[in-house]
């Protein structure tokens, strides 16, 4: 009996350790037009495990797919170990999908074991043509500054006279597609006297800090070293550290608070000091005081309205309107303080999508990634 008992133990102990091992080689292939386009595996999701600022044991499955080249997605077809086939809208389980270190993909309370995606891109993707890292290449190259190292936008402007100064005007948490809809109900004058707006595409996790880092240092966020929530500040050059090193004067007029490190940028904080409960009103009143007192070669502006009444309220809410239309507005008569010979480029950093209690943004969804980006000469 000793004897039975010891083999059984030492088969269960081996068994044990070859279903480890093959777990810890697990790969799940990722298919694209019936070809190969990637794999996820266990160092993958580790990676991101070990780079998260808070305990988890899953990532998104949106990070993977991103990392191999996906941005916006019509559907998933999972093929299980078993052979079986599930197929999912991907908007609908964007903000739901997570995978673990072990392989397993895991949507709302079902877990599944595939050995295979397949992916079907959005059509969406042939309507846009720019990026955020586009960015800061293309505003370098207006004002003259040197190639930004290790950049990976292009120029997407060729300014056609000389440029004295640029202005770059964040409006935080702007949808697309919102931006599109006030201007065919005719609600936003300034915008809709401009020739071109870009459909432009945001990074993964499309939220303001990872975003931040891509917008100044044109490098996708896992290379500016910025995975997330928590993380504030890369050490990779950005335009800014550019602009200080060719004695270039750079200025940020922020809200209430700061939420990236803008290295190399004189910060004004603006607040809500009047008490309305918004800080768009200061962001509007100090840029018109810069503008009006010493316009720097860069001048940053965040409006943040947009974004607050977004995750408040949900991006079909009268008050995301609201706060759409003021920063319309605002754009105008800061456009009409502005010199000739400005460069200006307005964007948003991510969009927004609606959810049971307002709205959100943060996944891999047309709702979050595509931005406005539009590039005006003065």
Known sequence: MKTNHRLRSAFLLILTFVLTACQSNWQILLIKDSQLSGEITREDVAYYIEKSLEATETVPLGQLLYDNGYSIINQIDLTLQSGESKTFVWDEIAELAIISEEGAIIVGEKIFDPVSIAISPSMLLDEINVSILDIAPTVADAIGLPVLSGAQGQVRWAVQGPIDQAVMILLDGLQYDKLLSLIDQGVLPFFQNLNTIHAGLSVYPPITTSASAALLTSTPPQEAGVFGYGYRSTDSLTLFDLAAEMDMDVIAVEGASLPFNLRNAETILSGDRDGNGFSDD?????????IDANLPDILYIHFHEIDDMGHS???ESTEYKSAIISVDQYLSEIYDALPKETFIVIFADHGMHETADGGNHGTLT?????????FLEK
């Open 366 to 374: 047309a709702a979050d990634m595509i931005i406005p980006i539009i």
């Open 282 to 290: 200061n962001v509007f009143t100090n840029s018109i005081e810069v």
């Open 313 to 315: 309220y949900g991006p």
